[in-house]
């Protein structure tokens, strides 16, 4: 199974000769692809603080590890299917990885993946906030377990 670095450099390989419209139809492509909550982690969502303020889109993360392999939960509104897309490529990218690993998610995919540009700069920060959260939530993890 590759690494968190190579399953986002194949990612932003994707991304690499698209145009504008063309990224966002890949976003939307990635969106198709982020579960939705099980009725678990819905009543968590309303008791738990795990909210991005910082996005404008309601979006929800949950750094979980099992076994000391990461795993992201999330839930993003539908009425912001690139947001969703983003969110599905971070959970594919740590999915099953050591949670240290995980921790050590880049800070520049945005700008790797030609997005900063194409979402603006309001969405950008709340996504670079997103990562943010799950490298932090992970790295907390980490430290946890050592």
């Known amino acids: 199974m590759p690494d968190t670095t190579a399953t986002l450099n194949a990612i932003v390989a994707e991304f690499a000769d698209l145009d504008a419209r063309e990224k ?19 009543a968590r969502k309303t008791v738990e603080d795990r909210r991005v303020h910082e996005c404008q889109t309601p979006v929800f993360l949950w750094t979980e590890s099992a076994g000391g392999k990461a795993r992201l939960i999330a839930d993003v509104a539908p009425e912001a299917p ?51 959260r799950v490298r932090r939530g992970f790295a907390e993890q980490a430290a946890a377990t050592s």
């Open 24 to 42: 966002l139809e890949l976003l939307v492509d990635y969106a198709r692809g982020l579960p939705p909550l099980t009725p678990e982690y819905e």
């Open 82 to 132: 690139t947001v969703k897309g983003f969110v599905a490529i971070l959970a594919a990218a740590v999915a099953d990885r050591p949670v240290a690993e995980a921790a050590a998610l880049p800070d520049d995919v945005l700008e790797r993946m030609g997005l900063a540009d194409v979402l603006g700069i309001l969405r950008s920060r709340g996504l670079r906030a997103m990562i943010a």
